[in-house]
């Protein structure tokens, strides 16, 4: 690995520590469902980027299927807050 791998690995470390911290003491249900989102974006990544490294595309297979149902997920969660937030 080089020295710039190393630099990403480590800053995106830190991108999943700080997402970490907003899902499990955000104040707000949103603010969580934010996190949880940027999680899955991180990780993702994360699996491409592990394509790349290991020169196997089936982890891009594998990071479009998980990009797609993280996305279906948040969509869902925040529907459902948003529903219960309606005024009758």
């Known amino acids: 690995?080089?020295?710039?791998?190393?630099?990403?690995f480590i800053l995106a470390l830190l991108a999943v520590a700080m997402g970490?911290?907003?899902?499990?003491?955000?104040?707000?249900t949103p603010d969580r469902v934010v996190a949880a989102d940027t999680l899955s974006?991180?990780?993702?990544?994360?699996?491409?980027?592990l394509s790349l490294l290991l020169g196997n595309a089936?982890?891009?297979?594998?990071?479009?299927?998980?990009?797609?149902?993280?996305?279906v997920g948040?969509?869902?969660?925040?529907?459902?807050?948003?529903a219960g937030r309606q005024v009758k």
């Open 74 to 82: 948040v969509v869902v969660i925040a529907r459902a807050i948003e």
């Open 41 to 49: 974006v991180i990780t993702t990544a994360g699996l491409a980027w």
């Open 20 to 28: 970490m911290w907003r899902l499990f003491k955000g104040p707000t």
């Open 58 to 71: 089936i982890y891009l297979d594998i990071a479009l299927v998980y990009g797609a149902l993280a996305f």
């Open 1 to 8: 690995m080089t020295v710039l791998q190393i630099l990403a």
